[in-house]
Structures are given as structure tokens and as C-alpha cells.
């Protein structure tokens, strides 16, 4: 089985610059991570936006679909910003005959205590695995979509109520 793997930026991608002092983009992070977690699966990248899912538009959410609508593979992963995950599947959602993981992290993969390499761990099997539908994989756990949330105290993704 060959996986799309859409990239569009968000915390896991973010490194330390030690001369400005600030968060940036490293395009490379998500190979990193598999080469990191010794990946075997088959994987087709596909790098379309670097930002922060809260800076992220309707136009931007256009760009997604458009990448994972018109992907060969019926297993598409969506490396994504945690902050608007549930927004960018609700965006997705029209799209029936795919297996979808939406996945991020809530430290940026070149920390050192980063839930990134876990997270696309656990989402590069559940994307295998799972039927057609579209999932977010954080922490362990697979929700449907529809049913999740950010829970931002505690900074994890829970179920809905």
C-alpha cells in the first residue's frame, strides 16, 4: 500500500533559531521523523503549504483538499498544525472514499521531549489500517473527526462530550 503523506507545516515542522531567537519552518522535519523512526512504509510526500494551522485560510484549506482529492493513493496522512486539525477535516469531509489521518504535534519535532515521532507513528498505521473516513491520530489514540477536540489546558486531544 502506498500512503500520500500531505505536508502543510504546523508545530511539528517548527525549530529554534539561535540567532533570532525564533520558531521557523524546517521543510526537511517530516523526513527526519521517518528516517528517525525507521519507517519501512511506502511513502509519497508531498510538501504543499509551511504554515501555522492558525494561520491557515479557506483558501489554504482549498489547497489541501485539492492535494488530497486528487491523490492516486486512497491513504492519504496530513502532517498539519494541532490548533485547526478539526477545521481542515470538516473542510475535507466530502471526500468519502479515502482513508484520511490528520496528524501534528504539540512540540515541535526538533525538541527533545517532541510527541512527533509517536504521533506520525501511530497515524502511518492507522492510516493503513483504518476504513475510508477521516481521522485525527494524537496521543495515541484515533478519533473520528467529528468527534474530538483540542483540550488546551491539558494539551491533549480528547473526545467530544
Not at 471526500?95 to 496528524?103: C, G, S
Not at 483504518?130 to 496521543?139: E, F, K, R, S, T
Request: aromatic share 6%; with cysteine; proline share 1%.
Amino acid at each position: 500500500m502506498e500512503i500520500r503523506v500531505v505536508v502543510t507545516g504546523g508545530t511539528i515542522a517548527k525549530q529554534y533559531d539561535e540567532i533570532s531567537g525564533e520558531l521557523h519552518f524546517d521543510e526537511k522535519h517530516f523526513e527526519k521523523i521517518v528516517k528517525q523512526g525507521r519507517c519501512e512504509a511506502n511513502l509519497r510526500v508531498e510538501h504543499v503549504m509551511m504554515k501555522d494551522s492558525l494561520e491557515m485560510t479557506d483558501k489554504d484549506r482549498a489547497i489541501i483538499y485539492d492535494a488530497v482529492n486528487n491523490a492516486k493513493e486512497s491513504a492519504v496522512m496530513i502532517i498539519h498544525g494541532t490548533d485547526t486539525m478539526v477545521h481542515t477535516a470538516q473542510a475535507l469531509s466530502s471526500i468519502k472514499e479515502k482513508t484520511i489521518v490528520l496528524v501534528g504535534a504539540m512540540i515541535p519535532y526538533a525538541f527533545k521531549q517532541s510527541d512527533a515521532l509517536f504521533n506520525v507513528g501511530c497515524a502511518i498505521g492507522a492510516v493503513s489500517a483504518l476504513d475510508a473516513g477521516i481521522y485525527v491520530v494524537m496521543n495515541g489514540r484515533v478519533f473520528e473527526w467529528n468527534q474530538v477536540e483540542k483540550d488546551r489546558i491539558k494539551g491533549v486531544f480528547r473526545t467530544l462530550h
